[in-house]
């Protein structure tokens, strides 16, 4: 099992410039959830995606957007970079829970996409 | 909206002590999550706990999730320099496929 896999690992881009990263969650789920985390604080959720459809957003411009496609692949978009937009951005995989939609749900990280905007 | 708060920020331990990292939620806990990260790298899954009073070990590590279900803290014993990095909390406050809150993170190292 590959677990989740995100590409590319690093990225340098300009200010203004539009940026994807992508990934592939852990075999069986179907659910995909991204987190920007800053130098020295918690990852910060972003948006999640399944069955296709963004379900969930967290507090960022509509400059991030994504897109899920049917094999639970993910992809971040990110228009007019900002200095601020460097970060690492997290993709998380996670599934409905075993035991039924009452139960919290484990979510596994892949290793990340480091972007530095110059 | 949920919030929650690691302490310590960081922490320096002599190789072969114990240590204790705390996550205290302003919200009521559905499941709290801890995870491992080195820097700059992806987060490791530790463990996951949802009911009150619940307590899970792997190797040398034990989590708990308080009765109240507000609090949850991390144990290590006998810490090896393989356990340095950033120890994270994330919480859920509902149920199914809720986005995680992730505490600001505690800093462990630990000397030889």
């Known amino acids: 099992d590959a677990g989740v896999t995100q590409s590319p690992t690093h990225l340098i881009k300009t200010r203004g410039q539009q940026v994807t990263l992508r990934c592939s969650p852990k075999?069986?789920?179907?659910?995909v959830s991204w987190y920007q985390q800053a130098l020295g604080q918690g990852p910060q959720f972003i948006f999640q995606?399944?069955?296709?459809?963004?379900?969930q957003r967290g507090n960022f411009p509509d400059r991030f957007s994504g897109h899920q496609f049917p094999n639970y692949s993910s992809e971040l978009n990110v228009n007019a970079l900002l200095l601020g937009d460097s970060a690492l951005y997290l993709c998380?995989?996670?599934?409905?829970?075993?035991?039924?939609?009452?139960?919290?749900?484990?979510?596994?990280f892949g290793q990340g996409t480091r972007l530095t905007v110059v | 909206s949920q919030e929650l708060e690691q302490s310590p920020q960081s922490l320096i331990v002599q190789e072969g002590k114990n240590l204790t990292i705390n996550c205290t939620s302003s919200?009521?806990?559905?499941?709290l999550y801890w995870y491992k990260q080195k820097y700059g790298e992806g987060l490791i899954f530790l463990m996951m706990?949802?009911?009150?009073?619940e307590e899970k070990s792997h190797e040398k590590i034990t989590a708990k999730l308080d009765e109240k279900k507000q609090q949850s803290s991390l144990h290590i014993t006998a810490s090896q320099p393989s356990h340095a990095g950033i120890y994270l909390c994330?919480?859920?406050?509902?149920?199914?496929?809720?986005?995680?809150?992730f505490g600001s993170g505690t800093r462990l190292q630990v000397q030889p």
């Open positions: 998380a995989s996670t599934a409905l829970p075993r035991g039924g939609p009452r139960r919290a749900t484990e979510a596994f």
């Open positions: 075999s069986g789920h179907d659910t």
């Open positions: 995606y399944y069955e296709e459809e963004e379900r």
């Open positions: 919200k009521t806990l559905y499941g």
């Open positions: 706990l949802q009911k009150g009073g």
């Open positions: 994330g919480a859920v406050s509902d149920t199914g496929r809720r986005a995680l809150t």
